[in-house]
């Protein structure tokens, strides 16, 4: 008896400590969280001036016979440029796990893939994908020089002809509970239905096209520092509910190991009460 209650002892510090560390780790996300709202914020009106000025182009529709604007507009059949954006640790609960279930279902054998994140490396690799670049995530907020290598890729192997689209597949952090894997295709560039001209009559030069393609790279740079920033926030707050669900349980198996031990060494008092009074009785005789 004596040893059964040291080991259930033992297993309540145990239990103990895992939510004291699963808490710790909760915080830490959740201050993540917040910097990472913050930087989106910030980013957010150059993000949105960058898109509009390459949505007005493509909404004039003398622009889109033009040769170099199709290059960046039409939808040609070929292989794609994938690029997977996940997390490098682990105890983010099915982050990475739904994220391969969109990556399966729009992929083809053939395309080509750019892994972010240590977690999406593993994943590729044992999927057998065509990898042809990986690159890690890093636990702190990523840095904005990180697209760059993306970006390079990604023209070297469109203006190359080795792939005819560029897509990002990623977590998008919509809050603090919901986070959607997504697949956006940001080559060819989609004209966007809901935009509305706001009927200014701009002038652009040396010509309408040459700014298409000047503008590229920094629709490109919006497009993967957008995903970056989601995945980030969206892997802090997977690993906030993680371990959030672990601190509970942790909590929940402390509660009852306790209850377990506390009725273990009563019935174990009372037992030596018992044979006290036996033994008093026996003598007695």
């Known amino acids: 008896m004596a040893q059964n209650l040291q080991a259930i002892k033992k297993r309540i510090r145990t239990s103990q400590s895992i939510s004291q560390i699963a808490k710790a780790m909760e915080m830490i ?16 009106p150059y993000a949105l001036k960058v898109t509009d ?46 994220l391969f279930k969109e990556v ?37 907020f990523p840095d ?66 040459q700014v298409l393609r000047d503008m590229i790279p920094y629709y490109f740079e919006v497009e993967f520092y957008n995903a970056l920033m989601n995945a980030y926030a969206s892997e802090q707050a997977a690993r906030m509910a993680a371990m959030s669900n672990a601190r509970d349980n942790a909590d929940e198996i402390s509660a009852s190991l306790t209850n377990i031990y506390n009725r273990s060494r009563q019935e174990k008092i009372t037992n030596e009460i018992l044979d006290l009074a036996n033994g008093q009785q026996g003598m007695q005789k």
Request: glycine share 6%; aromatic share 8%.
């Open 29 to 44: 996300a959740a201050s993540k969280i917040r910097r990472a709202e913050q930087a989106v914020e910030r980013y957010k």
């Open 53 to 98: 000025i390459v949505q007005r182009i493509l909404a004039d529709k003398d622009t889109m016979e033009d040769e170099i604007v199709l290059r960046f507009t039409a939808d040609r059949p070929g292989k794609k440029a994938i690029f997977i954006i996940g997390p490098d640790k682990g105890l983010c609960g099915g982050l990475v796990v739904n």
């Open 104 to 140: 399966l279902g729009y992929m083809n054998p053939e395309d080509v893939v750019i892994s972010v994140g240590k977690k999406c490396i593993n994943s590729s690799i044992r999927y057998g994908f065509n990898m042809a670049h990986s690159f890690v995530m890093g636990s702190a």
């Open 144 to 209: 904005h020089d990180k697209i760059f290598p993306l970006i390079a890729i990604a023209r070297s192997l469109v203006f190359s002809g080795h792939v005819t689209k560029v897509a990002i597949v990623y977590t998008r952090f919509k809050n603090m509970l919901v986070q959607t894997p997504v697949v956006e295709e940001i080559l060819p560039i989609k004209r966007d239905e809901q935009f509305v001209d706001n009927g200014i009559d701009y002038i652009m030069e040396p010509s309408v096209p």
